[in-house]
């Protein structure tokens, strides 16, 4: 299947830094991906949906100066957390859907991200 | 309203017998898709199960199959002889078509696997 991948998968910073995350589909061209948040113990809350070329569309709620996305070729898209804080601490996943769309949504490893 | 609901936080089920997850959803949008999820302790997200809303019969995969019972609203997860490493998050999730693509999960069940 498909392989989409993140990196890094784990990350630790200090507050007041900022950190990115990349998301790449290896083997397929992605038009669309998503970014997940996934606090523990917790289900994955959609942060916004990135399409290439164009910017990024925000779910209500989250800030989009302070988790700024950028889709700029058709296999990346990368989520920088700006001035993290340890409330930012999360596990963050992509997903990845296909020119193609099949209707399966592929998954990045995630990245961990921990703000001391 | 939730979009997706699943009832069991938690589930304990004796090794080689069979599990049923539940899932209920909401949606007025007549097409749609329902996702099956597992999600080891190492995060990532492993697709187990596809139904789309104008599927005939049940999605099967192995030995997950889905009991959809549309008029219900309900998609639940169906494990056949379990194993140990079974043991994960199990997330339902939805796409509607009218929702630019995007899935919206459902909070999750922990299944451990006793041998």
């Known amino acids: 299947g498909a392989v989409v991948s993140q990196h890094p998968s784990w990350v630790i910073c200090k507050s007041g830094t900022s950190v990115k995350i990349e998301c790449r589909s290896l083997?397929?061209?992605?038009?669309?991906m998503f970014w997940y948040r996934q606090f523990p113990k917790q289900s994955l809350m959609l942060m916004a949906t990135s399409n290439e070329g164009s910017k990024a569309t925000y779910e209500q709620g989250v800030e989009k100066d302070k988790f700024l996305i950028n889709h700029a070729s058709l296999t990346l898209s990368t989520l920088t957390v700006t001035s993290a804080h340890p409330e930012d601490s999360s596990f963050y996943i992509c997903?990845?859907?296909?020119?193609?769309?099949?209707?399966?949504?592929?998954f990045g490893e995630g990245s961990r991200l921990t703000v001391l | 309203a939730q979009k997706i609901t699943q009832t069991q936080p938690g589930m304990f089920v004796q090794e080689k017998e069979a599990v049923t997850l539940d899932c209920t959803y909401d949606?007025?949008?007549?097409?749609?898709?329902l996702f099956w999820y597992k999600q080891p302790s190492s995060g990532e997200m492993i697709f187990l199960i596809y139904q789309g809303s104008y599927d005939q019969q049940n999605a099967t995969e192995g030995r997950y199959s889905l009991n959809f019972q549309k008029a219900r609203k309900s998609a639940n997860l169906v494990i056949s002889a379990s194993q140990l490493g079974d043991s994960a998050m199990y997330f339902c999730?939805?796409?509607?078509?009218?929702?630019?693509?995007?899935?919206?999960f459902g909070t999750g069940t922990r299944l451990t696997i006793i041998p």
């Open positions: 083997d397929f061209q992605a038009t669309t």
């Open positions: 999730a939805m796409r509607e078509a009218l929702g630019n693509e995007k899935l919206t």
């Open positions: 997903s990845a859907l296909g020119l193609l769309n099949t209707g399966e949504l592929f």
């Open positions: 949606t007025s949008d007549p097409s749609y898709g």
